[in-house]
T-cell receptor, first 111, second 114 residues
Framework: GESVGLHLPTLSVQEGDNSIINCAYSNSASDYFIWYKQESGKGPQFIIDIRSNMDKRQGQRVTVLLNKTVKHLSLQIAATQPGDSAVYFCAETNNAGKSTFGDGTTLTVKP | NAGVTQTPKFRVLKTGQSMTLLCAQDMNHEYMYWYRQDPGMGLRLIHYSVGEGTTAKGEVPDGYNVSRLKKQNFLLGLESAAPSQTSVYFC?????????????FGNGTRLTVT
């Protein structure tokens, strides 16, 4: 079956450092990948997405890398700030539109 | 724009009681979804709707019913609550389903069944 997993449940970084959050997926037919950010007491919020025909996409301070060979997705956050503290989820969507979510990595930014 | 709004934010039920969770979106999205979030299990799809008047089962539909009488509203019902339904429930919407269509989530309803 499909599964999406994150390598580490927690990650702690110093303010100003770069953060890298990893995700492994199992369905090679997945067509679309999304990173969401979930702050305490709120719903997941879209950060950045990438299609399977790309291997890198950049946003404001965030970059998503996709390695289809090893079915690995990562989210890089540059110059991490206290406001980046949250739970980060990856999600994969197959061509039928079904989305599968990972468990999440809790990012803590130390001042 | 309010986006996706869920009511109530919190609810405590006794086993066997019933309740309805309300989700409203003001983005004119066709697709709406109900997820539950439990520790260590990620978000799991309960039911979804591809448009007004339609509903479909997701991964974990048992014990829940849904209705989409108006495009902007998606209701989730629990007919006879069980402790296993203690969870945080999220409603989401999207203009279409699949690539290039991320989900827009509400802020959740925390339900405790005793």
């Amino acid at each position: 079956g499909e599964s999406v997993g994150l390598h580490l449940p927690t990650l702690s970084v110093q303010e100003g450092d770069n953060s890298i959050i990893n995700c492994a997926y199992s369905n090679s037919a997945s067509d679309y990948f999304i990173w969401y950010k979930q702050e305490s007491g709120k719903g997941p919020q879209f950060i950045i997405d990438i299609r399977s025909n790309m291997d890198k996409r950049q946003g404001q301070r965030v970059t998503v890398l996709l390695n289809k060979t090893v079915k690995h997705l990562s989210l890089q956050i540059a110059a991490t700030q206290p406001g980046d503290s949250a739970v980060y989820f990856c999600a994969e969507t197959n061509n039928a539109g079904k989305s599968t979510f990972g468990d999440g990595t809790t990012l803590t930014v130390k001042p | 724009n309010a986006g996706v709004t869920q009511t109530p934010k919190f609810r405590v039920l006794k086993t066997g009681q019933s309740m309805t969770l309300l989700c409203a979106q003001d983005m004119n999205h066709e697709y709406m979804y109900w997820y539950r979030q439990d520790p260590g299990m990620g978000l799991r799809l309960i039911h979804y709707s591809v448009g007004e008047g339609t509903t479909a089962k997701g991964e974990v539909p048992d014990g829940y019913n849904v209705s989409r009488l108006k495009k902007q509203n998606f209701l989730l019902g629990l007919e006879s609550a069980a402790p296993s339904q203690t969870s945080v429930y999220f409603c989401a919407s999207s203009p279409q389903r699949g690539p290039d269509s991320p989900l827009h989530f509400g802020n959740g309803t925390r339900l405790t069944v005793t």
